[in-house]
């Protein structure tokens, strides 16, 4: 048993070997070590006594992870996954063993890209031309002025431009979802009108971003996209996620 306790980053298939020079958490950076029961093996490292969220911590969890599915599928844990001991990882892995695998079955030279629609900052000029509130609203303030008359229409400049993101997020989202295995929604993030992650075959990793910033060229006075990946798969650990409806449906 290890003073800290014992960290773990991900589950890969039993005889995986780990990437070269590959190292873990901690200062200086720990040691990484496979713990393998029947066809799967988690890979931990002895955590740190005072494990924070620092950037070196986390950019060294997610370079693992990373490395890890360039070569295998991989059960990726999400940064400060600390358990007390080997047995408590063996016992998880011998326990969930079917899951383990269906799991890995499923993530296959598979990768994860994330995109974020948010309002687009050039859209000021066309929310004022096409919105018949907002007009209105800027010509009271204009014979009027005032705070509240400014406050009102603040709200109504950006209620307008939160929700033709989101119209051209969810046009951007129904044309990308035919070339992903699945489709899973991510956390509210304040300020962002869609948050979603795809599950890509990694061979179409390429094409689908391409796609997808076409989508985004063709949308840009609506909405300005973010798009992540390939990152390892967080939001797809679980076989089974909610597929996203195609267009018209």
């Excluded at 740190?48 to 295998?72: G, I, K």
């Excluded at 609203?137 to 939160?162: F, I, M």
């Excluded at 795809?198 to 971003?209: E, I, P, Q, T």
Aim: hydrophobic share 40%.
């Amino acid at each position: 048993m290890t003073a800290g306790g014992v960290y773990v980053y991900a589950i890969i298939p039993t005889g995986r070997p780990l990437p070269p020079k590959a190292v873990g958490v901690g200062t200086p950076p720990a040691p990484l070590r496979l713990l393998a029961e029947g066809p799967v093996a988690a890979v931990v490292s002895d955590a740190p006594p005072q494990l924070r969220a620092r950037r070196r911590d986390l950019m060294a969890h997610q370079e693992l992870l990373v490395r890890l599915a360039d070569t295998c599928p991989v059960l990726p844990m999400r940064f400060g996954v600390v358990a007390p001991d080997e047995e408590t990882v063996r016992g998880e892995l011998t326990g969930a063993r079917k899951n383990h695998l269906a799991a890995l079955r499923h993530l296959s030279d598979g990768v994860e890209i994330n995109l974020k629609a948010l309002p687009s900052q050039d859209a000021l000029a066309a929310v004022v031309a096409e919105e018949k509130q907002v007009r209105r609203l800027r010509d009271e303030v204009r014979r009027r002025p005032g705070y509240e008359a400014n406050v009102r229409l603040g709200e109504a400049v950006a209620a307008a431009l939160t929700r033709r993101a989101a119209e051209a997020g969810q046009k951007i989202l129904h044309a990308l979802t035919p070339l992903a295995r699945e489709v899973a929604p991510g956390p509210e993030v304040q300020g962002c009108a869609l948050n979603v992650s795809f599950l890509v075959d990694r061979h179409a990793g390429d094409h689908f971003r391409t796609e997808a910033q076409k989508l985004a060229d063709s949308h840009h006075g609506h909405v300005e996209l973010r798009i992540a990946g390939p990152l390892p798969c967080y939001s797809f650990v679980t076989p089974r996620r909610v597929r996203t409806p195609a267009a018209g449906a």
